[in-house]
């Protein structure tokens, strides 16, 4: 289900792109490169501008809502303080000690 859920979450962020960079901005935007241009024909000017508004406020609250879901039911319940870094997990390799070398000192040879 976890599966499921990434690969509706990746879909949707696609999309989510794509009526991006569809949306006109002041320059024009990527919407006269795609054939964005000729929805403002068939939709009219501001119908286009109010569906993809709307298009990227839904896409936007069902990725946010299915990442929600999938961290709350599906991501095991451990707290942050039993949480264990990658390096952690990888197992810690001792590091060898440098035997101490001997008191060196020039008063006690005297």
Do not use: Y
Not at 63 to 88: C, H, K, M, P, W
Not at 93 to 107: A, D
């Amino acid at each position: 289900m976890l599966n499921l859920l990434l690969v509706l979450s990746a879909i949707i962020a696609i999309f989510l792109i794509i009526i991006v960079l569809l949306q006109a901005s002041k320059g024009g935007g990527l919407a006269g490169t795609f054939g964005g241009g000729n929805m403002g024909a068939m939709f009219g000017t501001r119908r286009t501008a109010d569906f993809l508004s709307k298009a990227t406020w839904w896409l936007a609250g069902m990725l946010a809502l299915i990442a929600l879901v999938a961290n709350l039911f599906f991501l095991d319940g451990q707290t942050a303080t039993e949480r264990e870094s990658v390096i952690q997990r990888s197992g810690r390799q001792n590091i060898p000690q440098t035997p101490s070398l001997p008191n060196q000192n020039p008063q006690q040879g005297q």
